[in-house]
């Protein structure tokens, strides 16, 4: 298979975890080939109309079998138009698959509105396919806006991080409880939302931890708490360093959302303390891989119950933990549940997607086992 990867980045090295990913792939690896197209550094070089022709330009050398536009979103993209680039990829000869897929937190529900930036809706109503970080009332949106075969695809665990072994570092020594999250004001409710429910987080955190607990992150300022900011590959090893990592509060809760973080403290030997998440008991199951708590006033007892744990049960914990991210929440498992919504479309049988992400068989019967909406098949 043929992959035109337009890829969230400046440098394809910046998606190194899903380059690696792609071209690990049996669909890539036994005579695929795959090219990449970091757009944020083209935009920031070329312009939009300069990325519009270096993508039709490259699919019309390559003819590649799918076009991936990830996490196609965050940007500027006033007056933004895709359409002559979807119909010169909709005439190659190749007759490609073109995935749109969104990676960060969107929500419709008033008055906490944060909608995707209207190319690539644009995009995704052209699309084969939409992948999505979250389900729920956002996907509903996404169908009232025309947009079909919506594949729920969660964020994972990058190569290169994962802990075999619980190794700490000194430099986080003596912590019990951390959290990673910047807590900067901004001027969508959305946000205020956010710094808000994170600074009642690390309030009530602080009040109980004392010093056995930090937050690092922007926007902190003064607070007894702060650490500063962390670069995100120390992040691993922060986790790796204290008994319990806190997912940051999100600013909604949408079905099945959650940030790229819960894979990384999963992988990384700390026990997972985050907001309960509807759907999500579907990938860390309570009380063997997560300790969820209810709303910010049982954050500390989630803090509690993972403290409680002797060192025995802590390592049995840890491992199943361990292999839950290892076999189901690596960013290849992502990769291959992306190649096989093309297998599916090629199909015309839903059947052929593997959600890697849910516990249980990859090839469920029912549209919401599979976390699908909107199936159409192929156009």
Not at 41 to 51: D, F, M, R, T
Not at 225 to 254: M, N, W, Y
Not at 322 to 329: A, H, S
């Amino acid at each position: 298979m043929k992959l035109l990867f337009i890829s969230q980045a400046h440098k394809p090295e910046d998606q190194g975890g899903f380059m690696r990913a792609f071209t690990r792939s049996p669909y890539i690896a036994n005579g695929g080939e795959m090219r990449t197209i970091p757009f944020r550094g083209v935009i920031a070089e070329k312009g939009w109309n300069g990325l519009w022709k270096l993508i039709v330009d490259e699919a019309r050398a390559f003819q590649p079998d799918i076009v991936f536009f990830q996490f196609f979103h965050g940007f500027d993209d006033n007056g933004v138009n895709p359409s002559e680039c979807m119909n010169a990829l909709r005439g190659l000869g190749s007759r490609p698959f073109v995935f749109a897929s969104l990676g960060d937190q969107y929500d419709a529900k008033f008055p906490f509105v944060r909608l995707p930036n209207h190319v690539l809706m644009a995009i995704g109503r052209e699309a084969d396919a939409f992948f999505t970080t979250s389900l729920g009332r956002f996907a509903k949106y996404l169908v009232m806006n025309n947009i079909r075969n919506i594949v729920f695809l969660p964020h994972a665990f990058g190569d290169g991080f994962l802990m075999e072994r619980k190794r700490g570092d000194e430099r986080f020594s003596g912590l019990d409880v951390v959290m990673v999250g910047s807590c900067v004001p901004g001027l969508k409710l959305w946000s205020l939302r956010t710094l808000i429910k994170r600074r009642i987080a690390v309030n009530a955190l602080w009040r109980r931890f004392g010093n056995r607990f930090a937050v690092f992150g922007r926007g902190w300022g003064h607070h007894p708490a702060c650490r500063g900011e962390i670069a995100f590959g120390d992040q691993v090893r922060l986790f790796a360093s204290c008994k319990v990592a806190v997912d940051a509060p999100a600013p909604a809760d949408v079905e099945l959302y959650a940030s790229d973080r819960p894979f990384y403290i999963a992988g990384s030997g700390a026990a997972l303390a985050m907001g309960r998440i509807k759907g999500f008991e579907r990938i860390f199951k309570e009380g063997e891989h997560v300790f969820y708590y209810d709303g910010l006033k049982d954050i500390v007892t989630a803090c509690e119950k993972a403290l409680s744990l002797n060192d025995d049960e802590r390592e049995k914990n840890r491992l199943k933990m361990l292999e839950l991210v290892k076999t189901r929440n690596m960013i290849d498992n992502r990769v291959d549940t992306i190649f096989s919504v093309a297998e599916a479309l090629l199909a015309d049988d839903v059947r052929k997607i593997r959600p890697w992400h849910f516990q249980g068989e990859l090839n469920p019967m029912t549209m919401e086992e599979l976390g699908v909406v909107n199936w159409q098949g192929a156009r």
